[in-house]
């Protein structure tokens, strides 16, 4: 991933102060990335007093993974093999990046609660929307300013066995949207 950097800034809104240590409005804003692509862009809003009564929580978020762990389907169940992983294991090393894809996610969300009886049962509800575009790992990028002893070699990933063996259906290969 490289080395992370970024900004992150947290405001807080006290209205007249009498409500301190409670604010009125909360919004976070993060911006960071690492120095081989992958990346965080998130703006969060929390308040208690934009809906009077209702808690409003809600989040945009733009994510970018350039390795992204991906072991396959079920779970526990699925095969994990550390020596293909292992690139001082001559003989079954595959790739760094086998058990790795490439995603980049746009999410939106938003979340509601409000009492129901006093502070002790509240009620919860919320949406969220997601587009996932998922791909093959860019070894090539990720290789840029290596020596040649620490590149990744040239392999089939674990993801794109998967879209070769048909078990990821072809209108899937790269992502879609999820409403949730």
Not at 90 to 119: C, E, H, T, W
Not at 120 to 128: I, Q, S, T, V, Y
Request: aromatic fraction near 16%.
């Amino acid at each position: 991933m490289g080395f992370q950097y970024g900004l992150v800034l947290n405001f807080f809104n006290y209205g007249d102060g009498k409500t301190y240590p409670k604010y009125h409005h909360n919004i976070y804003l993060e911006w960071s990335r690492y120095t081989k692509g992958s990346g965080k862009n998130i703006l969060q809003y929390d308040s208690e007093y934009l809906i009077p009564g209702i808690r409003v929580t809600a989040e945009l978020a733009y994510l970018t993974d350039l390795a992204l762990d991906f072991y396959g389907f079920n779970g526990y169940e699925s095969l994990f093999n550390k020596a293909w992983i292992d690139d001082e294991d001559i003989v079954s090393y595959k790739s760094r990046m086998f058990y790795a894809m490439d995603r980049k996610m746009l999410r939106g969300k938003a979340d509601f609660q409000g009492p129901l009886i006093g502070n002790k049962l509240r009620w919860l509800a919320g949406l969220e929307m997601s587009h996932i575009k998922i791909d093959d790992v860019d070894t090539s990028k990720l290789n840029k300013g290596k020596d040649a002893e620490d590149r990744l070699p040239d392999a089939d990933l674990l993801f794109e066995n998967y879209k070769a063996w048909d078990l990821i259906p072809e209108d899937q290969w790269n992502g879609g949207t999820t409403p949730c």
